[in-house]
């Protein structure tokens, strides 16, 4: 690593974990207000206090970090401009890109921070932070969930689950199937009294199988060897047990693979209702690349802060800070009331102030 890299490295990393440091504290105080009393009340353990304020905080990563960095840039380029440092630097042959690397560099690194974190982290941590504030604290094991529904409109085929265990969805208890043709009308009935998912296949226990013909009128059993096994599979259930966890979960926790999915298992949606989920897909997409567009403008703001008005300066990084925002939430109003398309609403913020932080950066130049 060069030694001006590693210089403006940790010229840059110092008001970085200042700022993230202090947010994060701001956060967890306002929080801890309102949950002292439970904690004080049920005394639980210390990892699980730990957990449930990560868990709570989550979520909000998408808006600090990007904040963070923010004035991490603004404090950095301000202190070299008012030290000269960036002048010597331009004075010895190296250019703003060569100089403001690093700084782009940690931005694109926290930016795969909070994909990874909204995708992998924060949609089940973020649930479980809201079930123990609901538990005061005292986590209970999962219930046993009872006389679960799920219908595949896709494909004709309604579940009716007895029993099920959250920790253990790959085994259910008292299923009953139902086969619909194309045309609405029953065509079979299968009841077991219990399905494993195994190696990507539903095999039914003890099934029993219920014919019916165009009318709804049962018949008999057209395949009567099938009819004594005690054990089969069913290749065409296509169902997986994550699709019945998802029943009774909050559309905020979901991951974005879990709302791909269940886009393309629910496609008999309102229009308005698909461009809705399908905005919130491409909203959660674009949120990490806010890492990096925020610091691009951010470094002409420190540099005009250091060399015209501190005041200038930060005000134009915040007016922009701000004015992203302003336009992400604005083109959202939009898409979910059909006033505007779902991919140029869900990108529009971070395309326009993309480009407003290219001109800013290459004025500066």
Same mark, same amino acid.
């Given at each position: 690593? !060069?030694?001006?890299?590693?210089?403006?490295?940790?010229?840059?990393?110092?008001?970085?974990?200042?700022?993230?440091?202090?947010? &994060?504290?701001?956060?967890?105080?306002?929080?801890? #207000?309102?949950?002292? %009393?439970?904690?004080?009340? @049920?005394?639980?353990?210390? =990892?699980?206090?730990?957990?449930?304020?990560?868990?709570?905080?989550?979520?909000?990563?998408?808006?600090?970090?990007?904040?963070?960095?923010? =004035?991490?840039?603004? +404090?950095?380029?301000?202190?070299?401009?008012?030290?000269?440092?960036?002048?010597?630097?331009?004075?010895?042959?190296?250019?703003? *890109?060569?100089?403001?690397?690093?700084?782009?560099?940690?931005?694109?690194?926290?930016?795969?921070?909070?994909?990874?974190? %909204?995708?992998?982290?924060?949609?089940?941590?973020?649930?479980?932070?809201?079930?123990?504030?609901?538990?005061?604290?005292?986590?209970?094991?999962?219930?046993?969930?009872?006389?679960?529904?799920?219908?595949?409109?896709?494909?004709?085929?309604?579940?009716?689950? %007895?029993?099920?265990?959250?920790?253990?969805?790959?085994?259910?208890?008292?299923?009953?199937?139902?086969?619909?043709?194309?045309?609405?009308?029953?065509?079979? $009935?299968? @009841?077991?009294?219990?399905?494993?998912?195994?190696?990507?296949?539903?095999?039914?226990? +003890?099934?029993?199988?219920?014919?019916?013909?165009?009318?709804?009128?049962?018949?008999?059993?057209?395949?009567?060897?099938?009819?004594?096994?005690?054990?089969?599979? #069913?290749?065409?259930?296509?169902?997986?047990?994550?699709?019945?966890?998802?029943?009774?979960?909050?559309?905020?926790?979901?991951?974005? !693979? $879990?709302?791909?999915?269940?886009?393309?298992?629910?496609?008999?949606?309102?229009?308005?209702?698909?461009?809705?989920?399908?905005? $919130?897909?491409?909203?959660? &997409?674009?949120?990490? #690349?806010?890492?990096?567009?925020?610091?691009?403008?951010?470094?002409?703001?420190?540099?005009?802060?250091?060399?015209?008005?501190?005041?200038?300066?930060?005000?134009?990084? /915040?007016?922009?800070?701000?004015?992203? +925002?302003? /336009? *992400?939430?604005?083109?959202?109003?939009? /898409?979910?009331?059909?006033?505007?398309?779902?991919?140029?609403?869900?990108?529009? *913020?971070?395309?326009?102030?993309?480009?407003?932080?290219?001109?800013? #950066? +290459?004025?500066?130049?």
């Amino acid at each position: 690593m !060069r030694i001006l890299t590693r210089y403006v490295l940790g010229e840059f990393l110092v008001p970085l974990a200042y700022c993230l440091t202090g947010f &994060l504290g701001i956060y967890v105080l306002f929080e801890l #207000f309102d949950s002292f %009393n439970r904690i004080m009340a @049920t005394h639980p353990p210390f =990892l699980l206090v730990v957990s449930f304020f990560a868990g709570y905080i989550s979520p909000y990563l998408e808006w600090l970090i990007p904040a963070s960095l923010l =004035l991490g840039t603004l +404090y950095t380029m301000w202190n070299f401009c008012r030290h000269s440092e960036i002048t010597a630097m331009r004075a010895s042959g190296i250019g703003l *890109a060569v100089i403001v690397r690093p700084l782009l560099v940690v931005a694109g690194l926290m930016a795969v921070c909070v994909a990874c974190i %909204n995708e992998f982290y924060a949609p089940w941590a973020s649930e479980k932070a809201r079930l123990l504030r609901e538990e005061r604290f005292k986590p209970k094991p999962d219930k046993i969930r009872e006389n679960v529904p799920y219908y595949n409109q896709q494909a004709g085929r309604v579940w009716r689950i %007895n029993r099920m265990d959250p920790d253990n969805p790959r085994r259910l208890e008292g299923v009953r199937l139902s086969f619909d043709r194309p045309d609405g009308s029953r065509r079979l $009935d299968v @009841t077991c009294r219990k399905a494993e998912y195994l190696d990507g296949l539903w095999w039914l226990f +003890y099934p029993q199988y219920q014919y019916f013909d165009e009318l709804n009128n049962p018949v008999e059993n057209p395949v009567p060897r099938v009819a004594g096994l005690v054990i089969r599979a #069913f290749p065409e259930l296509q169902e997986t047990p994550r699709d019945f966890m998802l029943m009774n979960k909050a559309w905020e926790f979901y991951t974005i !693979r $879990d709302m791909i999915h269940y886009l393309k298992t629910h496609p008999s949606l309102e229009k308005n209702e698909i461009a809705s989920k399908t905005f $919130d897909i491409h909203a959660r &997409l674009a949120a990490p #690349f806010s890492c990096l567009i925020i610091t691009l403008f951010a470094i002409p703001a420190g540099v005009a802060s250091g060399r015209q008005s501190v005041f200038k300066g930060v005000l134009l990084a /915040v007016a922009l800070f701000f004015g992203f +925002y302003i /336009v *992400a939430n604005g083109c959202m109003v939009l /898409v979910k009331n059909g006033l505007m398309p779902v991919i140029p609403g869900a990108w529009c *913020a971070n395309a326009v102030f993309f480009v407003a932080g290219l001109i800013l #950066f +290459y004025r500066q130049r």
